[in-house]
């Protein structure tokens, strides 16, 4: 397998002097297997050197499965200056999770306007299939994809493709979960011992990979500031990295403040965060054609059927909302219903309870800090009951403290969202809370 790195910035390109070494074009990252099936991991400005080396030294027509992690700027902004769009012959089968309300083919387009750009997406000669990716494994161009979402302000999946006994995972953007990432008393360094269950199934995608190309965008210094921006710091992602035993890590989707210099410091100090856990994982920042090939011996998984409808794709949930703040409620509902749910609400635990006992609710989505009962009174009613037991439960809370998320996870919580939330989130969350549940029955 074959990995190119064409673009590591991150938020906007940033040529110039001081991004000489790293780059300075927003994320690409070429993977290439020993079958030659080309994938294109996001289609940052780094895209356009991309397309060109292509046309030149690539037999033609070209064919390749572009995955985009998600759709903000950084990571489309290169797909109308990527030649081989153009070229009739060629094809190419483009990727990536279905936004909160447009279609992929929708979302590119407006940035094709011919107020913005000279050729509009249906005038592209190659052929162009669109599909929208779920959570869950995909069969695609005959390497088993898995798609998981991530923590960012926008619908945003990660992917891992498993090749020639090769596993690799590009997981742009992304924040931690929680900002403590171990659990009080427990050894650190252990996947036991995360504290939030999101971190800990983020560091299950991950276990045991050969290649993790991971976003650090800040220093756990600038981080307070950049809360819910959606992005991670390099000390988190090399903790969790070497928890889950990752063999080689590529630090990425670099902050365009952070220059040269800064970037060969970062890579020290996650170098040294590494020696300190006494983990052999090869940790480094990734650079603009920084280039390397992977192999291994080892058995690797058989293709499994593909996955690809999304369990809540086009399907309508019928979510209640358990929360004693009104403002919570009606925010909520406009973000579920306008994902085509069937929204109720319950504006404390008690009525709420009893909602759950007459509609039947397939997610609830549930505030903890209430007057009694509060929500970790309401969640523990509803696992010892089996008739609600396997109801997926989003926990929604204010509170900032280990105790309540250690409870909430503990008392069978599927996940938990901080307020305050974006929109996106919160659409993000409610689908792979369902879809995890739906898997795990
Ligand atoms: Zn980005
Ligand atoms: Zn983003």
């Given at each position: 397998m074959l990995l190119r790195f064409w673009g590591t910035r991150g938020s906007i390109a940033t040529p110039g002097p001081g991004t000489n070494?790293?780059?300075?074009?927003?994320s690409c990252v070429e993977v290439v297997t020993n079958s030659g099936a080309r994938f294109i991991l996001d289609c940052g400005t780094g895209a356009r050197a991309l397309g060109g080396y292509l046309m030149s030294?690539?037999?033609?027509?070209l064919e390749a499965h572009i995955l985009l992690s998600h759709t903000h700027w950084d990571h489309i902004q290169g797909f109308p200056f990527?030649?081989?769009?153009?070229?009739?012959g060629n094809r190419f089968v483009l990727c990536g999770p279905h936004g909160c309300h447009r279609s992929l083919p929708e979302v590119l387009s407006g940035q094709m306007e011919y107020t913005y750009f000279?050729?509009?997406?249906?005038?592209?000669?190659a052929q162009m299939i669109y599909q929208d990716l779920a959570e869950g494994v995909h069969e695609l161009a005959g390497v088993r994809v898995t798609a998981q979402f991530l923590?960012?302000?926008?619908v945003t999946l990660g992917y891992k493709l498993e090749a020639d006994g090769v596993s690799l995972l590009y997981l742009c953007d992304h924040e931690p979960?929680?900002?403590?990432?171990?659990?009080?008393e427990a050894e650190p360094g252990?996947?036991?011992?995360?504290?939030?269950g999101g971190d800990r199934h983020h560091a299950a995608f991950m276990?045991?990979?050969?290649v993790v190309i991971h976003?650090?965008?800040?220093?756990p210094e600038e981080y307070p500031a950049k809360r819910n921006w959606g992005h991670s710091t390099y000390s988190y992602v090399t903790q969790i990295a070497a928890a889950a035993n990752v063999k080689r890590l590529f630090l990425t989707?670099?902050?365009?403040?952070?220059d040269d210099d800064f970037l060969w410091a970062t890579e020290e100090k996650a170098r040294r965060i590494v020696q300190s856990l006494e983990s052999p994982m090869y940790v480094s920042c990734a650079y603009e054609g920084c280039e390397e090939r992977f192999e291994n011996t080892a058995p690797h998984h058989e293709l499994v059927e593909t996955?690809?409808?999304?369990?809540?794709?086009g399907c309508s949930l019928r979510i209640l909302i358990v929360d004693d703040d009104e403002d919570i409620r009606v925010l909520a509902r406009k973000v579920l219903t306008q994902g085509g749910h069937r929204v109720s609400e319950a504006a404390d635990g008690t009525e709420g309870l009893r909602m759950i006992e007459n509609?039947?609710?397939?997610?609830i989505i549930l505030?903890?800090?209430?007057?009694?009962?509060d929500g970790i009174e309401v969640l523990k009613i509803l696992r010892s009951k089996p008739e609600t037991a396997s109801i997926p439960v989003l926990v929604l809370t204010a509170r900032g403290d280990e105790d309540s998320t250690r409870t909430s996870f503990e008392l069978g919580a599927t996940d938990f969202l901080n307020k305050p939330f974006t929109q996106p989130q919160l659409d993000a969350r409610v689908r792979s809370c369902f879809a995890r549940a739906a898997r795990a029955q």
């Amino acid at each position: 397998m074959l990995l190119r790195f064409w673009g590591t910035r991150g938020s906007i390109a940033t040529p110039g002097p001081g991004t000489n070494k790293f780059g300075g074009n927003t994320s690409c990252v070429e993977v290439v297997t020993n079958s030659g099936a080309r994938f294109i991991l996001d289609c940052g400005t780094g895209a356009r050197a991309l397309g060109g080396y292509l046309m030149s030294h690539e037999p033609k027509p070209l064919e390749a499965h572009i995955l985009l992690s998600h759709t903000h700027w950084d990571h489309i902004q290169g797909f109308p200056f990527f030649a081989p769009v153009f070229v009739p012959g060629n094809r190419f089968v483009l990727c990536g999770p279905h936004g909160c309300h447009r279609s992929l083919p929708e979302v590119l387009s407006g940035q094709m306007e011919y107020t913005y750009f000279p050729v509009e997406l249906g005038q592209l000669g190659a052929q162009m299939i669109y599909q929208d990716l779920a959570e869950g494994v995909h069969e695609l161009a005959g390497v088993r994809v898995t798609a998981q979402f991530l923590n960012h302000p926008a619908v945003t999946l990660g992917y891992k493709l498993e090749a020639d006994g090769v596993s690799l995972l590009y997981l742009c953007d992304h924040e931690p979960f929680w900002e403590k990432l171990w659990r009080s008393e427990a050894e650190p360094g252990k996947l036991d011992s995360i504290l939030h269950g999101g971190d800990r199934h983020h560091a299950a995608f991950m276990e045991n990979a050969d290649v993790v190309i991971h976003d650090a965008q800040y220093t756990p210094e600038e981080y307070p500031a950049k809360r819910n921006w959606g992005h991670s710091t390099y000390s988190y992602v090399t903790q969790i990295a070497a928890a889950a035993n990752v063999k080689r890590l590529f630090l990425t989707h670099h902050d365009p403040t952070h220059d040269d210099d800064f970037l060969w410091a970062t890579e020290e100090k996650a170098r040294r965060i590494v020696q300190s856990l006494e983990s052999p994982m090869y940790v480094s920042c990734a650079y603009e054609g920084c280039e390397e090939r992977f192999e291994n011996t080892a058995p690797h998984h058989e293709l499994v059927e593909t996955q690809i409808s999304d369990p809540i794709c086009g399907c309508s949930l019928r979510i209640l909302i358990v929360d004693d703040d009104e403002d919570i409620r009606v925010l909520a509902r406009k973000v579920l219903t306008q994902g085509g749910h069937r929204v109720s609400e319950a504006a404390d635990g008690t009525e709420g309870l009893r909602m759950i006992e007459n509609r039947k609710p397939e997610l609830i989505i549930l505030d903890l800090n209430m007057p009694p009962p509060d929500g970790i009174e309401v969640l523990k009613i509803l696992r010892s009951k089996p008739e609600t037991a396997s109801i997926p439960v989003l926990v929604l809370t204010a509170r900032g403290d280990e105790d309540s998320t250690r409870t909430s996870f503990e008392l069978g919580a599927t996940d938990f969202l901080n307020k305050p939330f974006t929109q996106p989130q919160l659409d993000a969350r409610v689908r792979s809370c369902f879809a995890r549940a739906a898997r795990a029955q």
